[in-house]
């Protein structure tokens, strides 16, 4: 019991520093940025169990989403690295022009996410109502950080 417990302690110890890594010597985020990317197009067929016909529909406008998705995701990396560029600092309140910018970039993302889920109804306008209640169970894009009112 005592081996185990201190196999434990020792994992743990171990297990810190590599956690507290991350690419290029950066520090830990509190959360992950979006992907730049949805799901793949062979796992929503599977997830939905769509016909051969069905999928050559949404085929359009699934790439069309992941094109968004893309998009947002090199303009967020763009901002990130303008905004280290201009002396921001995570978790330091910013200043006035830092968060006039914010808020510009926040309108930006919203406008990333309204376009999304423009795609994210066309494909689901093109299932059968069985499949919609399957597709509406699948976690959709989330370009754009929404508030909590």
Known sequence: ???????????LLAAAPAVA???QGEPPRRFQPPPDHWTTI??????????????????????ALNGVMKDAA????????????SGFTPGQEPTPEQRARMDSVRAEMEGFQAEADQW??????????????????????????????
């Open 74 to 85: 090199a303009r967020r990396q763009a901002i990130r690295q303008q905004m280290q560029a």
């Open 1 to 11: 019991m005592r081996s185990l417990a201190a196999f434990a302690v020792l994992s």
């Open 21 to 23: 890594q991350t690419a």
């Open 120 to 149: 994210v109804a066309a494909i689901r306008n093109n299932l059968t109502p069985e499949q919609q209640s399957k597709f509406d169970a699948v976690p959709k894009p989330q370009l754009a950080f929404r508030r909590r009112q």
């Open 42 to 63: 062979d796992s929503l067929s599977q997830t939905l169990g769509l016909t051969a016909e069905q999928r050559t529909k949404i085929t359009p406008a699934y790439t």
